[in-house]
């Protein structure tokens, strides 16, 4: 794929004064140098030899001892001097100002803001309109200005912490400074960025000195550090920095260092308190928590794929190019079934004991279900090829999460922990990416609220949901407008914490996994037609599970069978439960040549093979009552309407119109943009396929999948009946649903290629 050539910001200042041209001075400097700054930079130090060797290394052009002699004509003066050195720095500064140009303007590297916006105002009598305080995210265990690397800030963090006064352009310019050495520059309060540094890099380094400190005092300390592995070299290499550097920015940050050690000393004596009385559920809850939030969360400050970085997929923006044609043909066994999957991992927790899991789907959506149990204290190993052990905690062992609950762009996570929560003794928030966050909660919201639960939305019902806790819950009888297995759940999981009876009648049938599964799990839901009920204060038991494949990821290759001349597959273990077959009814109605073989149940969840061949498919009306049954496999289902002989009408789908995307309007976009005849209605679509064997049954071009996970699978099996290749753009939410889909889809024959970001 083609890349374009992204220009560096530039750096206009036309005499750049540096103050301290050590490791974080020399840097810049360098960094400058290699971006094409064509200004002059200066420096001043108090070690000649340090100005000397910037010279001679080509980072500078002059520079000298005594600063006075330095300021006259410089437009910008970066103070990068130890944090306690910064006000006699300020001191002489103030008097020799006036040498400078007009508009110069002043901005610092220190890692502790507070105190030196301290400084500011003793000497100045206030912080400086032209002063704009930074701090560049980016450092090394290496001092002086032979150590200086042009590549320091490249990538790194660079937080400016204005003063409320300070004038735009001035930040302006500081941030055009860094940008052109390559760094990604944030704005915070100085508040906020003593306290996140006293964490994230004041309390490391403290760690490291102080255990260094600790094994070289040891009388065996000299076989201690020759045995020491990789980890311990890593960990305190950081205790090799500049040692009056760190005292002056403990000294300087004191309030919010000691408060970080407080949290991290409390943490460390839990583990300590474990170890002791052989806890191993504790042990494990803590080190697989860190394990996985180490990567979680730098996926989700990175907008990266943290199932991706499992499975070494491209990241970032990801395009797939589908050749024209291919074969269909295989046994495939598709991932573990995603609705089960969240199911699992949520009642798991809530048992009592512990529950093992074979086949789960280890999938974005899923991996975010996970990642928010072990927020709330659940121990949980895993995920290993499809097995995860969960040592639930009871109803009631659930403990309040630090932060918001994070559910990726998981529509039946958030709606389900929203009655789970609804329950709990504290206080919660859930929020979720940006496609997420325009998806209706009102519909759970509204009828929890019924119930006695405090929740408040967004405008128009959206994400975040707050969620008071301690609420008093009380059943009720709720007839759904609309059928939704995901409202049902959510009620059905507040109803667990709720006094009396709690009821549900659905309009049309829905998925039944949560009542299966609550049985399963010793929980009795009963069913009378179509209501089904519990009683509140009952328990768990944990058991066994054996996801069965998910018939959703299923259907794109059923589909793919179905449409392609000569094909033939054989999808494994793959789950039928009377809710989800709304596909195979409406694939067998259009002719296609399918059939169960090895039929099952497995947790009380029927299984079986699916085998499908090539047949023609004709257009139908599909029938109102298998529209719910079938509201995932839809996009797929186009492309067989897109290929089946006549006309397809479906009709009953509104819910289509707001999920991840709104399906019906992104599936039209896409078949227009192949050429496949089609007419769009509030509810529905016709589709007017070509059945045609002999002939392609439409062209290629450029789809936009709109991050829809399903809208990426469908066009890309289309091209297996196209005339050209079709190009699927953002296609990186495959990994929510189906994370090995190129894999199988290239098994069977297809010529799909990923290009993304990393290629």
């Keep these: 794929m083609a890349s374009s050539v992204v220009e560096t910001p530039s750096c206009n200042e036309q005499r750049l004064l540096i103050v301290g041209l050590g490791l974080i001075g020399g840097s810049l400097a360098a960094a400058l140098r290699a971006s094409g700054f064509n200004g002059v930079i200066v420096a001043c130090d108090p070690s000649e030899d340090e100005i000397a060797r910037g010279v001679e290394m080509g980072l ?7 600063l006075a002699d330095q300021v006259a004509g410089a437009t910008m003066i970066v103070l990068a001097v130890p944090v306690l050195a910064m ?20 901005t610092d590297v220190g890692s502790t803001k507070a105190t030196i916006r301290d400084c500011a105002e003793r000497v100045f009598g206030a912080v400086p309109a032209n002063m704009v305080l930074g701090h560049p995210i980016a450092g090394s265990e290496k001092s002086g200005v032979a150590a200086a690397n042009p590549r320091l800030f490249a990538d790194h963090n660079v937080i400016l912490t204005p003063e409320p006064g300070v004038d735009p352009d001035a930040v302006a310019r500081v941030r055009a400074l860094w940008q052109a050495c390559g760094a990604n520059v944030l704005e915070m309060d100085v508040e906020r960025h003593d306290q996140v540094l006293a964490r994230t890099s004041h309390l490391p380094h403290l760690l490291a000195f102080s255990l260094v400190d600790t094994l070289a005092r040891q009388d065996e300390r000299l076989e201690i550090f020759r045995y020491a592995a990789g980890g311990f070299r890593d960990f305190t290499r950081i205790a090799g920095s500049d040692p009056v550097m760190w005292r002056d920015i403990f000294t300087a940050n004191r309030e919010a260092v000691l408060a970080s050690l407080d949290d991290f000393e409390e943490g460390l004596a839990q583990l300590r308190h474990a170890i002791e009385r052989g806890d191993s559920d504790a042990l494990i809850a803590t080190f697989d928590r860190a394990s996985h939030a180490r990567h979680y969360f730098d996926t989700l400050l990175n907008k990266t794929s943290y199932q991706a970085e499992y499975n070494m997929q491209p990241q970032g923006k990801v395009t797939y190019r589908v050749r024209p044609g291919g074969q269909a043909k295989g046994h495939l066994r598709v991932p573990g079934d995603k609705s089960m999957s ?6 798991g927790a809530l048992a009592q004991g512990v529950t093992e899991v074979k086949g789960f789907l280890e999938g974005e959506d899923s991996l975010a279900t996970l990642q928010a149990f072990r927020e709330m204290g659940v121990a949980i190993e895993g995920p290993h090829q499809g097995r995860v052990t969960i040592h639930g905690v009871g109803m009631k062992g659930l403990k309040a999460p630090a932060g918001p609950l994070y559910v990726g762009n998981s529509g039946t996570a958030m709606r389900l922990f929203s009655g789970l929560l609804a329950g709990q003794a504290f206080d919660s928030e859930l929020t979720g990416d940006e496609s997420l966050t325009k998806r209706p909660m009102g519909r759970v919201a509204d009828p929890l609220r019924l119930m006695g639960a405090s929740i408040e939305t967004a405008e128009g019902g959206r994400p975040p949901l707050k969620i008071k806790g301690g609420a008093a819950l009380k059943g009720i009888f709720y007839d759904m407008p609309m059928a939704s297995a995901q409202v049902k759940s959510c009620l059905l999981l507040a109803g667990l914490y709720a006094e009396g009876e709690t009821r549900v009648r ?13 049985n399963g799990f010793g929980y009795s839901v009963s069913r009378e037609g179509d209501t089904c009920w519990l009683q509140g204060g009952g328990a768990l038991s944990a058991g066994p599970i054996d996801v069965p494949s998910d018939i959703s990821s299923a259907t794109f290759f059923m589909v793919a069978a179905a449409i392609t001349p000569g094909a033939d597959i054989t999808l494994e273990h793959v789950g039928i439960n009377p809710t989800r077959i709304g596909v195979i009814n409406i694939l067998t109605l259009m002719g296609a040549n399918l059939e169960l073989l090895n039929e099952a149940e497995v947790g009380g969840e029927p299984v079986a093979d699916i085998r499908i061949r090539y047949a023609p498919l004709k257009g139908i009306d599909i029938p109102v009552d298998q529209v719910p049954l079938a509201i ?14 006549g006309t ?5 789908a509104e819910e289509l119109r707001v999920k991840e995307s709104d399906r019906i309007q992104a599936m039209a976009d896409g078949l227009a943009i192949l050429g496949v005849e089609h007419t769009v209605v509030d509810d529905g679509i016709d589709i007017v396929g070509n059945a ?10 450029r789809v936009d999948s709109l991050g829809d996970h399903r809208i990426a699978m469908a066009f890309a099996i289309a091209a297996l009946r196209a005339s050209d290749d079709i190009i699927i753009d953002d296609c990186a939410n495959v990994a929510t649903s189906f994370p090995t889909f190129v894999e199988l889809a290239n098994k069977i024959g297809m010529g799909v290629n990923v290009e993304g970001e990393n290629d």
């Design 60 to 66: 500078i052009d002059t520079g000298g001892v005594t």
């Design 692 to 701: 045609n064997a002999e002939v392609a049954s439409y062209g290629g071009g």
């Design 506 to 518: 659905e309009p049309a049938p829905t998925r039944d996994h949560t009542e299966r599964m609550l």
């Design 87 to 106: 006000e006699s720095v300020m001191a002489s500064l103030a008097g020799v100002l006036s040498q400078a140009a007009a508009n110069v303007v002043l």
């Design 342 to 347: 969240h199911r699992s991992i949520m009642l």
């Design 648 to 652: 397809t009408r479906l009709r009953g």
């Design 632 to 645: 995932d496999e839809f996009p797929a289902l186009f492309i067989a309407a897109a290929n089946a002989a």
